[in-house]
């Protein structure tokens, strides 16, 4: 079940490792190359938080328009829920990432998240290849395989 950020809940389905990642991202803001594998597309980015994604989404629909028309306020939507999401997670346990950590006995643990968000992604198909996206945002469970850092000349 998601709340309005669809943000918060565990995907059945999802790679806890995987899921780890995306929670340090949303918590911490670390940002990691990854490579994402999904039914039929394979897409490469930088790993970035909820909070990142809709904040430059916000940037990317305003583009150069000035403020008060329609596009700087859908922006300022976008960039309100990347505010709201500003404080997701702050006071979380790391759990599994360090299950002796002082303190965590009264802190709830880290929100599982239904989403991972990458900056400069880059679609691989077949047979067109290579098409960059400044933001990419797809669901957890969709996720078949993934590897940390990005493809590698050969």
């Known amino acids: ?21 995306v929670q340090l991202a949303n918590t911490f803001g ?8 999904l039914p039929g597309l394979v897409v ?19 583009g150069q328009d000035p403020e008060g028309t329609l596009r700087a306020s859908l922006a300022d939507r976008f960039r309100r829920r990347g505010e709201r999401l500003a404080e997701w997670g702050a006071g979380s346990k790391l759990g599994d990432l360090d299950p002796g950590e002082p303190d965590a006995e009264g802190l709830p643990p880290m929100p599982d998240p239904d989403y991972v968000h990458l900056r400069n992604a880059t ?16 669901r957890m469970r969709d996720v078949v395989g993934w ?4 493809f590698v000349e050969g």
């Open 147 to 150: 590897t940390v850092g990005g």
């Open 1 to 21: 079940m998601n709340d309005s950020t669809g943000e918060h809940h565990h995907e059945p389905g999802a790679d806890p490792d995987l899921r780890s990642l």
């Open 123 to 138: 679609i691989v198909t077949w047979p067109a290849s290579g098409q960059v996206l400044p933001l990419w945002r797809g």
């Open 44 to 62: 490469s980015g930088t790993l970035i938080s909820a909070k990142a994604h809709f904040d430059e989404l916000g940037g990317v629909l305003q």
């Open 30 to 37: 670390l940002e990691q190359e990854l490579v994402l594998v």
